[in-house]
């Protein structure tokens, strides 16, 4: 039990880096790899209203997040954490070249976190 809490929280702190460096990059690494051009984002689902590789990411970042620190002290700070991380990786695309701030990009953010936040209450009131 304990090294799959250590593995969790180790998957949890390099998602948390990884996406960083996705969010922080001037333009698309995955562009770049895949069609050899860094200004095409790779789409893995339309989008509906909000942006899906937006919520894919928070929604899997936030999963990790929460099964890495439930029944733990850190889990207030942890939904502080992932909320203001959201946003504020979203705001910083105003000042990266070749990145563009979008209101359906911070709301894909945010609703993978509330998505994952309101599965894990509704597990731990009813299961």
């Given amino acids: 039990m304990k090294m799959t809490l250590k593995f969790l929280t180790l998957g949890f702190y390099l998602a948390n880096f990884i996406l960083i460096i996705f969010y922080l990059y001037p333009g698309s690494i995955f562009g770049c790899f895949l069609y050899n051009d860094c200004n095409i984002q ?27 620190y439930k029944n733990t002290k850190k889990m207030k700070f942890l ?8 946003i504020i990786l979203e705001l910083f695309h105003f000042i990266i070249p070749n990145r ?3 209101i359906s990009d911070l709301f894909g953010n ?7 936040i309101i599965i894990y209450k509704v597990k731990d009131k009813y299961v």
């Fill in 42 to 68: 790779p789409q893995i689902t339309r989008d509906f209203i909000i942006s899906s590789n937006h919520f894919y990411a928070f929604t899997i970042l936030s999963t990790l997040g929460i099964l890495a």
């Fill in 79 to 86: 939904i502080s954490y992932l909320f203001l991380l959201s």
């Fill in 100 to 102: 563009e701030f979008e």
């Fill in 110 to 116: 945010i609703l993978g976190v509330i998505f994952v």
